[in-house]
């Protein structure tokens, strides 16, 4: 399902929570919101998560918003509140090996349909950032940007987000050279050069090209310095067109 019940309808100005309430409206509960971090990165797991938060001011977070725009310590009591607050949420680790194995659309979608099948209350409505994601069991909604309009892919979009974080800053400790703690694996120029010089780590993804090419798996790039050659903040897996920065 890729519309909402008939009948029902969200205003744009109905705010971060709209979604939800015009759902339950129509007598849908509970709602489940579910997002992913880390699909454009090169580096390290890709995390899904999913939410369904409690209807009334028990479920308004404090601060809740996409977690791409919040700091990292709005992030981090963002995420305590969502923790605290939800009916259910449930987190999925996806590591690298799984990302190269599957390719990264793949790996992204069997994230998303885990985070909501580990939910101790099953939702009988799912929203999800994007992009439609069959197999989950109950209707669902692709919200275009919904990480930034609806409130449970938002709390979903924390979880995810503050867990890979914590999950690559661990990684930076035994990979120092890469300085994942700051980049958490996403293409860089810092992230770039230590790739150049010292090649992948154990836990790059070598599906995506500029690993690949670091690795001397692909040819070097014949000029630096054109212009027209892929950028290499979008150095996208091998056959894949993928989303940076998530």
Request: glycine fraction near 10%; proline fraction near 7%; charge should be neutral.
């Amino acid at each position: 399902m890729s519309v909402l019940p008939r009948g029902a309808t969200v205003r744009r100005d109905a705010g971060l929570y709209g979604y939800e309430r015009a759902l339950r409206r129509h007598g849908i509960a509970p709602i489940a919101g579910v997002d992913e971090a880390g699909r454009g990165a090169c580096a390290g797991p890709l995390v899904a998560g999913a939410a369904i938060l409690p209807e009334g001011k028990a479920g308004i977070v404090p601060g809740l918003a996409d977690s791409k725009l919040l700091t990292a310590a709005a992030r981090e009591r963002c995420y305590d509140q969502v923790v605290r607050r939800a009916v259910a949420w449930s987190v999925v680790v996806v590591g690298h090996e799984e990302c190269d194995r599957l390719g990264m659309h793949v790996a992204n979608v069997e994230a998303l349909r885990r985070a909501v099948a580990l939910l101790d209350l099953p939702p009988a409505y799912v929203l999800t950032d994007g992009f439609p994601v069959d197999g989950l069991g109950v209707p669902g909604l692709a919200v275009w940007k919904g990480d930034r309009v609806a409130a449970c892919i938002s709390a979903a979009s924390v979880l995810a987000k503050v867990t890979r974080d914590r999950i690559m800053t661990d990684l930076d400790r035994e990979w120092p050279a890469y300085d994942f703690k700051t980049h958490k694996g996403y293409i860089t120029d810092v992230h770039t050069a230590a790739l150049r010089e010292h090649g992948p780590s154990p836990v790059h993804r070598m599906r995506f090209v500029n690993v690949r090419r670091a690795a001397g798996l692909e040819p070097p790039l014949s000029d630096p310095s054109d212009p027209l050659r892929e950028p290499e903040d979008r150095a996208h897996p091998a056959g894949e067109q993928d989303r940076v920065g998530r």
